[in-house]
């Protein structure tokens, strides 16, 4: 007896590569995830760091950071940090515009002066979505507080001398 020749593919067949093309789209949303992760930090440690050289620049300048020791923002709104001044952050903006030629955005950013430890002074504080705040040329980390995938970060920046 002649078995006849089958057209097509069984279920089983079906099954393993509906399973096998799930897991290779399972592996590369999650990779994409981490690369669009690594790619946001990026861009606002560079934001961040165009802030800690148009603040360095005034600083040595003028001999001081500008402000009033208030909390401000450094977009000029009082939206980044609880506690921000509106007033006093246009104002530390418009004393940057001479040493900046753009304001990156960058949310949840403070400038303020204060004490952090044993640390008294200028410190930048922020906000990112990693596992431990980054290195910032030109600042020490003051401290970090990790919550979930976010991490709250305060630099401390150099005393103008």
Same mark, same amino acid.
């Given at each position: 007896?002649?078995?006849?020749?089958?057209?097509?593919?069984?279920?089983?067949?079906?099954?393993?590569?509906?399973?096998?093309?799930?897991?290779?789209?399972?592996?590369?949303?999650?990779?994409?995830?981490?690369?669009?992760?690594?790619?946001?930090?990026?861009?606002?440690?560079?934001?961040?760091?165009?802030?800690?050289?148009?603040?360095?620049?005034?600083? !040595?300048?003028?001999? $001081?950071? &500008? *402000?009033?020791?208030? @909390? /401000?923002? %450094?977009?000029? +709104?009082?939206?980044?940090?609880?506690?921000?001044?509106?007033?006093?952050?246009?104002?530390?903006?418009?004393?940057?515009?001479?040493?900046?030629?753009?304001?990156?955005?960058?949310?949840?950013?403070?400038?303020?002066?204060?004490?952090?430890?044993?640390?008294?002074?200028?410190?930048?504080?922020?906000? !990112?979505?990693?596992? $431990?705040? &980054? *290195?910032?040329?030109? @600042? /020490?980390? %003051?401290?970090? +507080?990790?919550?979930?995938?976010?991490?709250?970060?305060?630099?401390?920046?150099?005393?103008?001398?």
């Amino acid at each position: 007896m002649k078995w006849a020749k089958q057209k097509g593919f069984t279920i089983v067949e079906l099954l393993i590569v509906i399973v096998v093309i799930g897991i290779l789209a399972a592996i590369t949303i999650v990779a994409f995830n981490g690369v669009q992760q690594r790619a946001q930090t990026a861009t606002k440690v560079e934001a961040l760091a165009s802030y800690v050289k148009g603040l360095g620049l005034h600083a !040595v300048q003028n001999g $001081t950071y &500008p *402000g009033s020791q208030a @909390t /401000v923002c %450094l977009d000029g +709104t009082s939206t980044c940090w609880a506690g921000a001044n509106a007033a006093q952050s246009q104002n530390t903006k418009t004393a940057l515009m001479p040493f900046m030629t753009t304001f990156p955005d960058f949310s949840n950013m403070a400038f303020a002066y204060g004490t952090q430890g044993s640390f008294t002074g200028w410190y930048i504080a922020f906000i !990112v979505t990693a596992s $431990t705040c &980054p *290195g910032i040329g030109g @600042t /020490v980390l %003051l401290n970090q +507080t990790i919550s979930g995938s976010t991490v709250t970060c305060r630099i401390g920046l150099a005393s103008p001398s």
